[in-house]
């Protein structure tokens, strides 16, 4: 997943031995070509996929105009094909027109397959409108997204260029942009509203490939938080189990486990903490102790332990926190460990430390006898 | 002639612009079963424009409508099961409606194709594509009046004898694919293109074009290969070993029919249709390990 800073540079770099052979094929492509043709091209990192950019629209010979689709959201790209009808063919030379939305990776996703589609049902009338050399730019797994969709649109004039991912080092630029194609959940105040996530999802749903129900699932998970944020939480868990449904077919054991966190973080705001203790307990803690994630696994600890603690069983409470502390100076997690600390500390003053309670209880005890 | 109809055309634009419009107009038609009549109107419209065709063109034999795309058609990304299942209705239930008093090419969904029943028996005759013949499926022996076929195609667009030394070479290009002609053409470019990038000048010796032919294919056989499933392989095994489309299941016939789509599967017809699978699916890594294991097996029965 290319999730390295792009580079802002006007100084041209290297694309490395097999992005360069590339970049000459695209090139030799464009120079030697005429009319409609379309070019598929897999970046592995944003930072070639800038600079292929950046040659394009800068080295190309005499009478060759490019020309950026504007594509500033995923969501532009439902019009792409009116975009490409617009832009008509330049009258001397050639015209170069680049697509690459930019956003979040699941986004992107979701609707470059339905544009893809999209593109394919008009193809015919694609290739008369806009008799141009059309590169159309996204991740690594942009072409066999595009073959897949897009099977006629495939096999008429195309042609399909890799680009490798580049060496870190040579990434100088300090900055992630906040469009390039990110991994990860949203924050809260950057979620759409829940039926935009439904629908991306949807244009994944008929798709055997398990990248695609990975990002469904990951779609769905956003469809859930939005849910969550607006109160709807039957709607919340509907997504949320069709998010982990997904990710059990994408084979994702970990993505199920946090998916299955996210239900039982819902049934918690549901009132149903049993269930959703359980589920922590016995389907989301096992996983992460497999997998050896620790930083999960205190973080799961610590949601275990809110929910005994809403449930009033402190005592429990204090021993599970005192693991999730551990976990997370294990980790040299100061601040999370320092947070946990504290809730002990709380609990420490509701109802007085463990050892503290044993020594009334002994001595209760004792004058007992 | 040209007829001017501001109205039609603002329907037209409507329709084709506005999806609610079209959605709407549609539940109208059918709740009030009034797409009977459309369609009666339509047809009673062709009728006349049938005759006011023969009367502007004397001297031709007939009219031919072609009604392209069809097959493309999928709908939206909520409703693609719809979509599929209104294209079956048409071919299948309302066919009587796609015979119109002239003849009519339309084309449509390969998975339409491979079912047994239905369109095949009502509306006409249902035919693939057929890719140019270059084997005998049953020999497979070399058919060449195929391989003339192809370079002819590529003879129409260049003058081959300046451009290359010996065209010896190109009847790999032309085997390999499968005699699909916009492989072979995608091929050809990327032939002259690499040809281009290593400054050769033409006429390309025979050397050079047998090295970038065998480059050209090498990379064409991954493009081929990546986006092949592994459930599928059994499938394509099948095509590779009966020359048929399994077609016993209706997800069967939706699956073949995506490998169809994909030209993994490649139809052909003399005589019969028969199939095969596309040379360059057949030379990836995984398909010609599983040929090859199949063939072991076969062997290891028969001794």
């Known amino acids: 997943m290319p999730t390295r800073p792009s580079s802002k540079s006007d100084q041209p770099f290297d694309l490395g031995q097999d992005g360069e052979a590339q970049f000459e094929r695209l090139r030799a492509s464009i120079e030697h070509g005429r009319g409609f043709e379309l070019y598929f091209c897999g970046f592995e990192s944003l930072a070639s996929l800038a600079e292929v950019k950046r040659r394009l629209s800068t080295t190309l010979p005499p009478g060759h105009v490019f020309e950026t689709l504007p594509l500033e959201t995923p969501a532009a790209l439902r019009t792409i094909a009116e975009l490409l009808a617009a832009i008509g063919p330049v009258p001397a030379g050639r015209r170069i027109v680049f697509a690459g939305p930019s956003g979040w990776e699941e986004d992107v996703k979701a609707e470059w397959a339905v544009a893809l589609r999209r593109l394919n049902e008009r193809r015919n009338l694609t290739i008369r409108e806009c008799p141009n050399a059309i590169v159309l730019a996204g991740p690594s797994w942009f072409p066999w997204l595009a073959h897949d969709e897009a099977p006629d649109l495939w096999s008429v004039r195309t042609a399909v260029f890799a680009f490798p991912g580049i060496a870190p080092a040579r990434d100088k630029s300090p900055t992630l942009e906040p469009s390039d194609w990110r991994s990860g959940l949203p924050m809260a105040h950057e979620l759409q509203p829940p039926e935009y996530y439904e629908e991306l999802a949807a244009a994944l749903e008929g798709s055997r490939r398990p990248g695609e129900q990975e990002t469904r699932g990951r779609l769905l998970l956003r469809a859930s938080a939005a849910w ?56 989301v803690l096992p996983v992460f102790e497999r997998l050896g994630d620790v930083r999960a696994r205190a973080v799961t600890m610590s949601r275990i332990a809110l929910i005994l603690y809403q449930k009033g069983e402190l005592e429990e409470v204090f021993a599970v926190l005192g693991e999730a502390a ?24 509701v109802k007085g430390s463990p050892s503290e309670r044993r020594t009334a209880e002994e001595n209760r005890d004792q004058l007992s006898t | 002639m040209t007829v001017k109809v501001p109205a039609a055309v603002d329907l037209k634009l409507k329709l084709k612009q506005e999806p609610n419009f079209r959605d709407r107009l549609y539940r109208h038609l059918e709740q009030s079963g009034r797409l009977s009549d459309l369609a009666q109107q339509c047809h009673t419209f062709l009728d006349e424009a049938v005759a006011i065709f023969s009367k502007a063109c004397v001297g031709k034999r007939g009219l031919v409508l072609i009604v392209d795309s069809f097959e493309k058609v999928r709908g939206d990304f909520l409703r693609s099961e719809e979509v599929r299942f209104a294209v079956e209705t048409i071919f299948t239930r309302d066919w009587r409606w796609l015979c119109l008093p002239f003849h009519v090419i339309y084309t449509a969904p390969a998975w339409l194709t491979f079912f047994e029943s239905g369109t095949n028996a009502q509306l006409g005759m249902v035919s693939i594509l057929p890719m140019c013949r270059l084997k005998d499926h049953e020999t497979g022996e070399v058919v060449p009046a195929g391989f003339d076929a192809m370079r002819q195609i590529l003879e129409k667009r260049m003058s081959i004898e300046k451009v290359f030394a010996d065209t010896a070479p190109l009847d790999d290009v032309i085997e390999a694919s499968g005699g699909y002609p916009r492989d072979f053409l995608r091929m050809m470019r990327e032939i002259l293109l690499r040809a281009i990038m290593d400054k050769i000048t033409p006429p390309i010796s025979s050397a050079d074009l047998s090295r970038i032919v065998t480059e050209v294919i090498r990379g064409q056989i991954e493009v081929y290969s990546k986006p092949i499933f592994d459930e599928d392989l059994p499938m394509l095994f099948e095509v590779a070993r009966t020359h048929d489309v399994p077609r016993k299941e209706r997800s069967q016939v939706f699956r073949i029919a995506e490998l169809f789509d994909h030209h993994f599967v490649l139809g052909y017809l003399n005589g019969r249709e028969w199939y095969d699978l596309h040379p360059l699916v057949r030379r990836s890594r995984k398909v010609k390990a599983g040929l090859q294991e199949a063939d072991a097996n076969k062997t290891e029965q028969q001794e």
């Open chain 1, 326 to 349: 551990a976990a997370f100076e294990q980790l040299k997690m100061a601040n999370e460990a320092a947070q946990v600390r504290g809730l002990q500390k709380i609990i420490v003053e």
């Open chain 1, 228 to 283: 969550q944020l607006h109160g709807e939480y039957d709607n919340a868990l509907r997504a949320a189990t069709n998010a982990r449904d997904a990710f059990e077919d994408a084979h994702k054991e970990l993505m199920v486990a946090v998916t299955m966190g996210k239900i039982a973080d819902i049934l918690q705001q549901r009132g149903e903490t049993d269930e959703a203790l359980r589920i922590l307990r016995e389907e």
